[in-house]
């Protein structure tokens, strides 16, 4: 039986950083209630005119260039984004273009945070019915363009940027693999994080969220998605080397790590640098991990991701 591994990681965060000091300068925050309340130091923006595709392409070479393949390779491109360049054509259509993969099938997919691992079972489920042999997965986001920079209690949250997984078809006995993914939507959450417009609705509006809300919901909805996937493939929480999960903010993460008793040694968090950059978190994360060594090959890793939708699951992998 045919299953998919990662086989290249890459990222791209945009040149411009701001920092929780620059925010306070028209702001009524402050670098201290930042940190302490949601683990934010910094995030990037994108320059103007930087559009989600342009990260995206940078991301996707950087991948391209770990994995040691050419872009002739690729006969799959799905890009998880919110923030497309255009309503129409879809970023991934624009991404695979841009880097000279032929002609293929290539779409966006919009579970918000949780569009990655969305994105990921996508392109699992494509090399295990056999329609793909390697598959780019990108996460790319211009979350700033979403924002309404006077609203304190939302903008110091999010950043831009993007991550890229290569996912290749590999047979059974090879241990490196994805193992499964649970994913699971209730729109009966919608109002507790959302934008207030869309193009049916003729304008795009910007992002609302109801913090408490979201915050119990991210813990429970993405601990229960461990628990599920790690039932599913008979895997133990002891058996665990790295969580990997999607970056809200470093209360949410420490509370999952809580919830299933994991040291929090075992867990990647980039928030202080990245903030919450929406489907790019846990590539970017990822990416992070694997070039500083910590995730090696052969380790058993677990995604969780919570969005808006509500949205969320977890992704089981050995890398
Ligand atoms: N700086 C200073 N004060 C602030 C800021 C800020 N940036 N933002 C809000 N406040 C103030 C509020 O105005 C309020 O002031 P008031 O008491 O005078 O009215 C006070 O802080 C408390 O506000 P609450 O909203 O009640 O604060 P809470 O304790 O809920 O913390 C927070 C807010 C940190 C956002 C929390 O709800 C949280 O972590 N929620 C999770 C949300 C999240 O991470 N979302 C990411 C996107 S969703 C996802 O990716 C899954």
Known sequence: MVASKVIGVGAYLPEKIVTNNDLAQTLETSDEWIRSRVGIAKR????????????????????????????EAIDLVIVATTTPDYTFPATAALVQTALGIP????????????????ALNTADMYIKSGQSTCALVIGAETMSRL?????????????????AFILKATDSKDTSRILGTKLYADGAFKD????????????FGTLHMNGKEVFKAAVVNMAKAI????????????????VVPHQANQRII????????????KVISTIAEHANTSAATIPLAFDVAVKDGRIKRGDVIVMPAMGGGFTWGATLMVY
């Open 44 to 71: 990037h923006i994108a320059a103007e005119g930087e559009l989600t595709s342009h990260l995206a392409i940078k991301a996707a070479r950087l991948a391209l260039e770990h994995a040691q393949i050419t872009p």
């Open 103 to 118: 002609p293929c099938a290539a779409f966006d997919v919009q579970a918000v945070c949780s569009g990655f691992i969305y």
């Open 147 to 163: 924002l309404d920079w006077t609203d304190r209690s939302t903008c110091v949250l999010f950043g831009d940027g993007a991550g």
């Open 192 to 203: 507790a994080l959302y934008t207030q417009g869309g193009a049916s609705q003729g304008h």
């Open 227 to 242: 628990d599920c996937v790690l039932a599913d493939h008979h895997v133990k929480d002891a058996d665990i080397d790295w």
């Open 254 to 265: 420490e509370g999952l790590a809580e919830r299933l008793k994991l040291p929090m040694d």
